[in-house]
């Protein structure tokens, strides 16, 4: 039981990792327009303004947003939507975002990592998790997002708007 227990905690994204994937959401939608108080983003996302300011200093510190001082200050996104990655999000926020321990050889060597046979399906796995997180950006987000709620985007509209200008 201990063995599934790690590896399911291995696995999981954190509070923090999903909030800062929703964060970064909500920027991309408003990426053209104005900064973003950090009270205002904790309003609409549910969070305390203390915890918005721990994963904004994070995703600061790795270069996914800029903070603006002043009365018109907060945050905005420090590229375009589509320059972000989901996996590079997640990847920033957690310490490890292994399958399971043994993949992690480092962290958790496994003695029967060169003998076990089933260490290949987590590989592969891992594999297409990860290049499924890097495929997506914040830009299929939005797309998915306005889909979903049946709502037009902010930033998916300016597009439209800048296509349809430059023909």
Avoid at 103 to 123: A, F, G, M, R
Wanted: charged fraction near 25%.
């Amino acid at each position: 039981m201990d063995i599934l227990a790690e590896s399911w905690e291995t696995m999981q994204i954190s509070t923090k990792g999903r909030y800062a994937l929703r964060i970064m959401l909500y920027l991309a939608d408003r990426y053209t327009l104005e900064c973003v108080s950090a009270k205002h983003i904790a309003e609409e996302e549910k969070l305390s303004v203390k915890y918005l300011e721990h994963i904004m200093s994070q995703l600061s510190r790795n270069g996914f947003v800029v903070s603006e001082k002043g009365a018109a200050g907060g945050y905005r996104l420090a590229e375009a939507p589509e320059n972000f990655s989901v996996g590079q999000i997640v990847r920033a926020m957690e310490s490890d975002f292994t399958l399971v321990p043994c993949l992690n050889q480092q962290q958790s060597p496994c003695p029967q990592y060169d003998t076990c046979t089933t260490v290949e399906v987590w590989k592969l796995l891992q594999e297409t998790i990860d290049e499924l997180m890097d495929n997506l950006t914040l830009l299929d987000l939005l797309r998915m997002q306005q889909e979903k709620l049946d709502k037009p985007s902010l930033y998916l509209t300016y597009l439209l708007h800048q296509n349809n200008r430059n023909e």
